[in-house]
């Protein structure tokens, strides 16, 4: 038997994968620092935005952002990839920069949906590149570099975002704009459009939404989502109280079901007389479960950040970099003068009784330091009293309780799926995708709940990226079978358009996720004191999606299966 000859990658493939390169630098350097920024106080440069209305902005904008691509996808395949890189860049690059200028709940909220519909433009297009200039030689190569330069951009984005966040927050947003900006060099000299977009027009708007209306389901579905999900995020927001959100959930709800009762059943009405249908409702099924995962997996961007922060007291990585003081002033770096004044600050109002010694303490985190309560109460009863004393002390607090930026212990995620990804799943690819698609989601749960022991003990750095290396192993053996298991219950003619609305999951897991994130952050890890409860929670969830998982496959899978296909799941069950 010959081994097929590999075709050489042409260089438009190569320079994708730069664009991309650069794409997640810019993302991964704003949106694993989005906590810690929408958190920190006003004064230290953050927007200073509480727990739930974080949660609404890392739970809705990128769910548009996943969600748009269905649409800017179809736009590509009909005017052009060049063309929507360009949109693209031209979209995100001043986005970028006005999320480090604007101040308001709202305008960080336009900003930053600018930067998703920019994303949803790009990420259709650079792995319609990838497709479109492999074959079936080198297809498992290309994607292959393609996923480890989307985690090469994922490591380094916030290791100089972190960097740079030293000097000021504005810098984090700026390098983000320059990012985009240099991808325009790349996309106007040297990317060679992979198609003619003259000969493969693509499909027309209109196709797409039948499509989605096979898939997922009609408009009327899609209304009923929607406004549910305004409902819950304003819930989620605390713009409206539990009972107001029940109360006007039912109303919605009943007059669904009214309108539901007069509809009917044919297809060829106007919209607003069909009746509620799903699309293929055993993927449609398999997509809101596979949200669960997803759910889980954002955790360690939007809510890790701020629990190690908070939290998570790691001295211990701290000593382990102390022989290395260049290496320790980059991963924990303390600004004395701004720790000083913080000190002061807080010492006034502890003084003067506006201030709990709890507060106080949360206060002094955002300036990188963690200092024992008892430790810091005497502390700040005697700058009230002596306030020249504070520089003396931020120097001391400084040197002895410093801590680990967050986000380069997030960085092992991607460092690790640089390394391993390859290995694992060659192991991974031994098994049939249902056990192994459920096993990487118990040891993503596992790792999330294993977050919760880094609290309150003396290993806590330790432990906290012990947690991560748990939660990347999971994530590197069922993120790729999940894709794989679709194709074991799609339709075996329309498995390339259900692959296409895979995505879908990854959206509604971040809708999910972020107002999952605010309400546990605040209500539980902060508000009842319980951080390790909060992470048993999120854990949990992870359970529940793996049950989730083997009871789709021993139902709904096999109701998806035509009667011709009778053993097309015989090898995985």
Not at 115 to 137: E, L, Q, Y
Not at 245 to 263: D, E, K
Not at 267 to 273: A, G
Not at 282 to 298: D, T
């Amino acid at each position: 038997m010959t081994t097929p000859i590999r075709t050489p990658l042409p260089s438009t493939f190569y320079v994708a994968n730069t664009m991309e390169i650069f794409e997640r630098l810019a993302w991964y350097g704003f949106f694993t620092l989005s906590s810690l920024y929408m958190t920190s106080p006003a004064h230290q440069g953050g927007l200073g935005f509480s727990e739930q209305e974080r949660g609404l902005l890392q739970g809705m904008i990128p769910f548009f952002l996943y969600l748009f691509p269905v649409l800017t996808g179809a736009l590509a395949d009909r005017y052009g990839y060049r063309k929507m890189f360009l949109i693209a860049y031209a979209i995100m690059c001043p986005s970028y920069f006005l999320l480090g200028q604007v101040s308001s709940f709202s305008g960080f909220f336009i900003a930053f949906m600018g930067v998703a519909i920019g994303a949803a433009c790009f990420k259709p297009v650079v792995t319609g590149t990838v497709a479109r200039t492999t074959d079936h030689t080198n297809r498992g190569l290309g994607f292959g570099i393609f996923y480890m330069m989307v985690n090469v951009g994922g490591f380094l984005g916030p290791f100089i975002a972190g960097y740079v966040r030293a000097i000021s927050w504005d810098w984090v947003f700026i390098m983000s704009a320059i990012w985009i900006g240099i991808n325009f060099i790349p996309a106007l000299f040297f990317y060679h459009e992979p198609t003619n977009p003259h000969q493969q027009r693509g499909k027309s708007l209109s196709q797409v939404f039948r499509d989605i209306q096979e898939v997922l389901g009609n408009a009327r579905f899609a209304l009923l989502f929607f406004g549910t999900l305004v409902i819950l995020l304003s819930y989620g927001a605390k713009w409206i109280s539990g009972e107001q959100c029940l109360t006007i959930y039912l109303v919605w709800f009943s007059l669904h079901m009214i309108w539901n009762a007069l509809a009917k059943s044919d297809k060829q009405l106007p919209w607003y007389l069909q009746k509620i249908a799903l699309g293929n409702k055993p993927f449609v099924i398999y997509l809101l479960i596979l949200s669960g995962f997803w759910m889980v997996y954002q955790q360690i961007f939007i809510t890790l950040p701020i629990y190690i922060r908070d939290f998570v007291d790691t001295s211990d990585l701290v000593a382990m970099l102390a022989p290395w003081p260049g290496l320790l002033d980059f991963f924990a770096p303390v600004d004395i003068t701004l720790l000083g004044d913080e000190l002061l600050g807080t010492a006034k109002a502890y003084g003067a009784g506006s201030l709990s010694l709890s507060d106080a303490y949360f206060d002094l985190v955002h300036a990188k330091v963690m200092i024992p309560r008892e430790e810091l109460g005497e502390a700040l009863g005697i700058i009230a009293q002596a306030p020249e004393l504070a520089s003396q002390y931020a120097q001391q607090f400084a040197l002895q309780y410093r801590q680990i930026n967050p986000e380069y212990l997030i960085g092992l995620n991607f460092l690790s799926i640089v390394l391993m990804q390859v290995m694992v799943s060659r192991i991974a690819e031994r098994f049939s995708p249902l056990p192994v698609l459920v096993a990487g989601t118990l040891i993503l749960g596992l790792g999330t709940a294993l977050g919760g022991l880094a609290h309150g003990i003396l290993m806590g750095g330790a432990m906290v990226l012990t947690s991560i290396l748990v939660f990347s192993i999971g994530e590197m053996v069922a993120s790729p079978k999940s894709q794989e298991y679709v194709a074991s219950f799609a339709p075996q003619d329309k498995k390339a358009m259900f692959m296409g609305y895979y995505f879908v999951s990854s959206a509604i897991g971040f809708l999910l996720a972020g107002p999952l994130s605010g309400y546990l952050y605040a209500e539980i890890a902060k508000g009842a004191n319980q951080p390790a409860l909060m992470w048993y929670i999120i854990g949990g969830f992870g359970l529940l999606a793996a049950i989730g998982l083997v009871l789709f496959h021993r139902i709904g899978a096999k109701q998806a299966l035509s009667p011709a296909q009778p053993n097309a799941l015989g090898a995985q069950s």
